[in-house]
């Protein structure tokens, strides 16, 4: 089975859900001197580039915003998303090696407030992303934000809340109890691929669930 890249914060339930799929769990532990609350998150240190990952340089993070987010691109296999201005460029020459096609946007936590569907479908409560993916042919799910938690900030975002695992959408926590449930399921049905969730706890933002697809 796969490699999964989680936050060592991750819930129990969610781990072990994981592990009972036979999947080889590989936990980010916080980098000394990042912002506490996205020290620990996989979407912070490497990108998910259709079937590979960029592992980026941890000595090259500063602790705070735009450059705790130059590997924070989302890319749904086709097209990458992010801040181009601010986008490692080891990572974007990867981008470019693979053939993506590059959309560029004010947003800079580009993966944390996308959930990727399939490489022309994506979820996210972001406008300006809305507007940027639709523009370039991309189906967008906008939802409303602030239903997410992520210690010591307002909210987290579904994205960092989530992370696509083979055909299967996990999300980690009820999103029964978000106010967009019942499209957001109708979203993900509609393209085949089946949801996975955990009632028991609420949306929390870790960082995403990265695949590593063995090849």
């Not at 912070?44 to 450059?67: E, R, S, T, V």
């Not at 523009?135 to 909210?155: E, H, R, S």
């Amino acid at each position: 089975m796969s490699k999964i890249y989680i936050s060592s914060l991750a819930d129990a339930a969610l781990q072990e859900y994981l592990k009972d799929c036979g999947h080889t769990l590989i936990k980010i532990n916080p980098k000394p001197g990042m912002d506490a609350a996205i020290a620990c998150h996989p979407d912070i240190y490497m990108c998910q580039l259709g079937n590979k990952i960029f592992h980026g340089n941890a000595d090259l993070l500063l602790p705070n915003y735009p450059g705790n987010a130059i590997y924070n691109g989302c890319s749904t296999g086709k097209f990458f998303i992010h801040n181009l201005k601010i986008t490692s460029p080891d990572l974007l020459a990867m981008v470019e090696k693979t053939n993506h096609i590059k959309i560029h946007l004010s947003q800079g936590y580009t993966k944390c407030n996308c959930v990727v569907i399939d490489e022309r479908s994506i979820i996210t409560s972001d406008r300006g992303i809305e507007k940027a993916a639709a523009d370039a042919g991309i189906d967008v799910l906008l939802i409303k934000p602030a239903q997410v938690l992520l210690n010591g900030y307002k909210y987290g975002f579904l994205g960092g809340a989530s992370g696509r695992v083979g055909n299967v959408i996990i999300f980690n926590g009820n999103i029964e109890a978000h106010s967009d449930y019942q499209a957001i399921k109708a979203f993900i049905k509609g393209r085949s691929l089946d949801m996975a969730y955990f009632s028991q706890y609420p949306l929390t933002d870790i960082g995403s669930i990265i695949e590593e697809i063995k090849q």
